[in-house]
Nanobody, 124 residues
């Protein structure tokens, strides 16, 4: 079993900042990529930012220059620093990881795992 646990969401005023974190735990032998997605009711989940095992990052156009994704490999944790937050950033933010894990008998395969989500509300 592999799980991702997000934290750091909450209520913040426009222009404020939050830092989200996501820690991976369980049985796995590699984490190839980690990412943050967000979703609001009635809309599709969208990619916010991603980071590869080598540190290459990508961002949605709507958050470029404001959000920064990073990872601490020793802690199997990914972070999302969110600055200059806007009301349109309000969403449930989900952590995602593409990693190598195990089936019975030691069979190895790659799978995407999702966290439970953490709510970010930007409002005055």
């Amino acid at each position: 079993q592999v799980q991702l646990v997000e934290s750091g969401g909450g209520l913040v005023q426009p222009g404020g900042s939050l830092r989200l974190s996501c820690a991976a735990s369980g049985s796995f032998f590699s984490i190839e990529r980690m990412a943050w997605y967000r979703q609001v009711p009635g809309k599709q989940r969208e990619l916010v930012a991603g980071i590869s095992s080598g540190g290459t990052t990508n961002y949605a156009d709507s958050v470029k220059g404001r959000f920064t994704i990073s990872r601490d490999n020793a802690k199997n944790t990914v972070y999302l620093q969110m600055n200059n937050l806007k009301p349109e950033d309000t969403a449930v933010y989900y952590c995602n990881a593409y990693l190598g894990t195990y089936k019975e008998g030691g069979f190895r395969y790659y799978v995407e795992v999702w966290g439970q989500g953490t709510l970010v509300t930007v409002s005055s």
